[in-house]
């Protein structure tokens, strides 16, 4: 007898079932959407299309609309997006550290973890570094170091010594839990019920034990459509940050002045339309080529890539840069991070009508506001990767890995990357030549700073190549879980054309919303498309508790809660058969 079934001599409550183990979801198994929920696929396309004729055809209403948006909807939603991260930290917490919950397997009863600690462990370290590490390990820290919410204060002064310790505390409560227990819940409550209850893969099924069979129709094609375009948002960003990084890169190697241009706000060069459409053309089509090879030829092996030149680069960083300093930084960082979460994660600011109360209030728009956004807008991407390698694990095991590991190798990029750049400001050797560029240049700045030029130029060479890495299996990875949400679950069948759309759709929005105001653009139209998300996420929440507290009033009963001993059990007094429906437990 394993540890899911209780002992069979407790009386079993009749009003209890087991959990439904079977949701259809119609796909069409015919034509150019075979394999495919057309319910899904088309309304998505639909709204993406839409997105981007907007933005070309119409710029100018389109970037007022922007801006309205940025300075009503986006104010008036940030409290929700705080509240709302804050409380799925301390949901996630709190289904680890419960003995009960935490030792629930995301699972059958015996089943083993498909990978090795060590590989699972590597892929979710793999999750942690990416395209916005490369942009934010200089970036973020150094935008805290010259403003954060002290100095608006005025107790400590721009650019000090002092203004480091709140720049790190502000940095990690970004690239933390917020983000990881976001995408802990978002993958935890689509695997528990999928990989528990044999339920498919996909955005849907998560909110089954809420809404039980009803999630076959109208209203899990909803959730799914709000996934994908949440997820071409979300990833829209990172490629608005790669995309401008990439070009800055390209420059900083001497590929040409036609990269970049003189900005029009005169805040210094910026990358040019053509760069811009000749950065896209490359890494789209190459991350669409890659999506077309499939999962084993492409992003496998640009993964690994990834993986040794960040290993590489970070080394570099450790023993070149401000090793020591950083490790220092990383230490006191953890310890303020940690001291001040449960405040930080609460905190509103609220414009009381002084210039020092609406500059606060536009300072946690510009960063707190858009991260959990940004988050949630990547959740269905990052959490349908993670609940497809974590079958196996238990809870505790499960949201332990996701929140610390990835979140400590943020943290640890930021203290060391960041660090150096600081320090060379601090020790006055940059003399401001990194502060005074624009993000997406302070990495390749803070290089050309630290190393000599031939050595210099060669890094910033691999810089480039890992950015390139990075985008394409970015882009290649979102477009096939685009894909496996309308196919139902399912990654196979035909494919091909729709990998083309996808490709293409990232491309235009990217770019469009890139010419047409920046990545501020980009920003607020993924905060503005992330928030139907957000309520499918504040669901899901509710629905992953419900289901684990169930399932443990159901081994009480002796009731199965997997869709193994759900096939031959009945309720006690009958001769066995079939299952008993399920109850409104679900």
Known sequence: ???ETADASIETDPRIAPPLVDLPIRTHDRGFYDGFSRAVTIPGKIIVSLLIMWAIFFPVTAMKTLEVANSTIIAAFSGWYVFLVAAVIVICLALALIPQTGSLRIGGPDEKPEFSRFSWISMLFGAGIGIGMLTYSTGEPLAHFVNNPDIIAGTIESASAEAVRPAYMWTFLHWGLGAWCTYALVGLAIGYVA???GLPL????SLVPLFG???SGVPGHVVDVVAVVATILGVAVTMGLGVEQFVAGLYRVGLGDWLMVEATDGSGLTASATAIVTALLVLVGASTLSALSGVGRGIKWLSNLNMGLSFALLGLFAFAGAGLYGLELLGVGLWDYFRTLPAHSLTLFASDGSAMGDALVQWQLDWTVFYWAWWIAFAPFVGMFIARISRGRTIREYILGVALVPSIMC?????????????LELSGV???QILNTGMSDQLYATLAVLLDPGVALIVSGLVVVLLMTYLITSVDSAILIVNTINGAGEDEGSRRYHILFWGLALA??????LI???IDAIRITMIIGALPFSAVVAVMAASILKAVVFDLIRKRQGVPTTAQGCEDWAPPGTSGGPAAPVSVLS
């Open 411 to 423: 943290f640890l990029w930021m203290a060391l990357v960041g660090g150096t750049a600081i320090e």
């Open 508 to 513: 235009f929005v990217v770019g469009s919303m």
């Open 430 to 432: 940059a003399g401001g």
């Open 195 to 197: 990989h528990r209850r």
């Open 202 to 205: 996909t955005i849907r099924s």
């Open 516 to 518: 047409l105001g920046g």
């Open 1 to 3: 007898m394993t540890g």
């Open 213 to 215: 069979r009803g999630m």
